[in-house]
Antibody, heavy 119, light 108 residues
């Protein structure tokens, strides 16, 4: 069974840093792109970042470019999101999602982890 | 900044048919945007339904179908069930960057 488990969420002050992890099980992370998606409580989904299968290409939403870094360790079957210079509007649930194999898309999602940025 | 637009809310009777649409501020939605559709019930993580405009995942119920219609991506639910009441999100691809629509709240 494919499972994605996010961790690392916390309460952090504006300007602070946090690293999220997404542990994959039931499949091999290598060979698939991966994504991070944010959702503010009671609000819509916002795509944050994507990394290709071997980590050579990364893409970011304009709102996080220069502050967030997506990375992966295929040997550990784990995806990461390093978040620096955090702002209040970065608050929300962060989901990791697996990319589809051929046609671009997302398929399996984790349950999400809460990041709260507040003073 | 690219904006993806969906209906804010729709209502359908059980057993009925409803079509949700997804438009792009850059012009017609095409297969190149690889439209994805996701369902989210309250308190749950999103669940992927459709990718590449028309392709279903192994878990996607047969009553859900995706298409390109009049320059938009569309999600059609035929024979709607009470459990289909949820928020539905469209997701479009633009050269490595993805953009979600604001979501459609479907009431059954």
């Amino acid at each position: 069974e494919v499972q994605l488990m996010e961790s690392g969420g916390d309460l952090v002050q504006p300007g602070g840093s946090l690293r999220l992890s997404c542990a994959a099980s039931g499949f091999t992370l290598s060979g698939l792109s991966m994504h991070w998606v944010r959702q503010e409580p009671e609000k819509g989904l916002v795509w944050v970042s994507q990394i290709n299968s071997d980590g050579t290409f990364t893409f970011y939403a304009d709102s996080v470019k220069g502050r967030f870094t997506i990375s992966r360790d295929n040997a550990k079957n784990t995806l990461y999101l390093q978040m620096n210079s955090l702002r209040v509007d970065d608050t929300g649930f962060y989901y990791c999602a697996r990319g589809t194999l051929s046609i671009p898309g997302l398929d399996s999602w984790g349950q999400g982890v809460l990041v709260t940025v507040s003073s | 900044q690219t904006v993806v637009t969906q209906e804010s809310s729709l209502t359908v009777s059980p057993g009925g048919t409803v079509t949700l649409t997804c438009a792009s501020s850059t012009g017609a939605v095409t297969s190149g945007n690889s439209p994805n559709w996701l369902q989210q019930r309250p308190g749950q993580a999103p669940r992927a339904l459709i990718y590449g405009a028309t392709n279903k995942h192994s878990w996607t119920p047969a009553r859900f179908s995706g298409s390109l219609l009049g320059g938009k991506a569309a999600l059609t639910l035929s024979g709607v069930q009470p459990e289909d009441e949820a928020e539905y999100y469209c997701l479009l691809h633009y050269d490595g960057v993805w953009v979600f629509g604001g979501g459609t709240k479907l009431t059954v």
